[in-house]
T-cell receptor, first 118, second 110 residues
């Protein structure tokens, strides 16, 4: 069974940094692109970033709203996906979900809440 | 970053059919057959219900069906049940190698 467990969220001041993790199990991690999607309180879903599968070179893609501030990466030895958040703004406050795949993303975790506030 | 346009709310009585539209452009929905639909209950993670316009993942009810015409995709729920009450989001792959989500539709079962 596919399982995704997000962690690393918390309260951070504007301009601060945070690293989110997503531990994956139940599938061959290296064979799939992995995606981060976020949802601000009371708002809709917003795609944040995708990293390609290892065999295809692991290319990275970002939404315009986070490009240059967020960095997606993956550790094949630990079957873990990461999202490094830097220069955080109030509008980055959201629940961050990781998902298996990009097209037809499969969400299996409960997300991790990032709150940016002074 | 553009978003796909969905009606804010759709409602129906148990047993009825409803359709949710998702309107994009020639750079997303109109460019690929890579439209997905997600169901989200309050406080829960989104659940994939339809992928590649009309395909259902294993375990998803066949009361749900997806289609596309031009720049607009649609999700139809037939035989509406109380458990279908939730928020629904469409998404599409885009020409700029990104994903875009819809504005979301709240489905109410009367």
């Amino acid at each position: 069974e596919v399982q995704l467990l997000e962690s690393g969220g918390g309260l951070v001041q504007p301009g601060g940094s945070l690293r989110l993790s997503c531990a994956a199990s139940g599938f061959t991690f290296n064979n799939y692109a992995m995606t981060w999607v976020r949802q601000a309180p009371g708002k809709g879903l917003e795609w944040v970033s995708t990293i390609g599968d290892v065999n295809s070179g692991g290319n990275t893609y970002y939404a315009a709203s986070v490009k240059g501030r967020f960095t997606i990466s993956r550790d094949s030895s630990r079957n873990t996906l990461f999202l490094q958040l830097s220069n955080l703004r109030a509008e980055d406050t959201a629940v961050y979900y990781c998902a298996k795949g990009m097209i037809g993303s499969d969400f299996r975790g409960q997300g991790t809440l990032v709150t940016v506030s002074s | 970053q553009s978003v796909l346009t969905q009606p804010a709310s759709v409602s129906g009585s148990p047993g009825q059919s409803i359709t949710i539209s998702c309107t994009g452009s020639g750079s997303d929905i109109g460019a690929y057959n890579y439209v997905s639909w997600y169901q989200q209950h309050p406080g829960k993670a989104p659940k994939l219900m339809i992928y590649d316009v009309s395909n259902r993942p294993s375990g998803v009810s066949d009361r749900l069906s997806g289609s596309k015409s031009g720049n607009t995709a649609s999700l139809t729920i037939s035989g509406l049940q109380a458990e279908d009450e939730a928020d629904y989001y469409c998404s599409s792959y885009t020409r700029t190698t990104t994903l875009v989500f819809g504005t979301g539709t709240k489905v109410t079962v009367l």
